[in-house]
């Protein structure tokens, strides 16, 4: 499971150390891809295929399903972590979202967030005070 938040480096090659509480859930590769809210998502080859399912049975005929899959997958890159856990995240990513030197990896349960530091704290602030509306909104 991916919990959890965590401050990472960009190195000089576009490179992130995926945290050791989170690599074993990408052990066997992961896509990252454009988020929502201004992020980058990562997720594990098993959630990414079901997600890939789920996305197969939207309405093709719908605009907003065509707008959501070609921009989602037209970004998706698979990575596959090298020895040290280390990731590249392509240029053209990074630049989407504003990612430069440092980052926050956020874990979602099944996948996880990338963001910038200052994006997340943003965030975060703005979102704390609607935090209990939300837990009532989807029934918790």
């Not at 990252?32 to 594990?44: E, H, M, S, Y």
């Not at 997600?51 to 890159?77: H, Q």
């Not at 630049?95 to 704290?121: H, T, Y």
Request: proline share 6%; net charge neutral.
């Amino acid at each position: 499971m991916l919990v959890g938040s965590f401050e990472r480096t960009i190195d000089p090659k576009g490179r992130i150390i995926l945290p050791r509480e989170m690599r074993r859930e990408f052990e066997g590769g992961l896509m990252v891809t454009k988020g929502l809210d201004n992020c980058l998502f990562l997720f594990p080859m098993k959630e990414w295929e079901k997600l890939v399912e789920r996305i197969d049975e939207m309405p093709s005929g719908s605009e907003s399903t065509r707008r959501f899959t070609r921009l989602f997958f037209a970004n998706a890159s698979h990575l596959v972590p090298d020895g040290q856990g280390r990731v590249l995240i392509p240029p053209r990513l990074r630049e989407m979202v504003g990612l430069q030197k440092e980052v926050v990896v956020v874990g979602l349960a099944s996948k996880a967030e990338v963001w910038n530091p200052e994006a997340w704290r943003l965030y975060q602030e703005q979102s704390a005070k609607h935090y209990e509306q939300s837990a009532a909104d989807i029934g918790y």
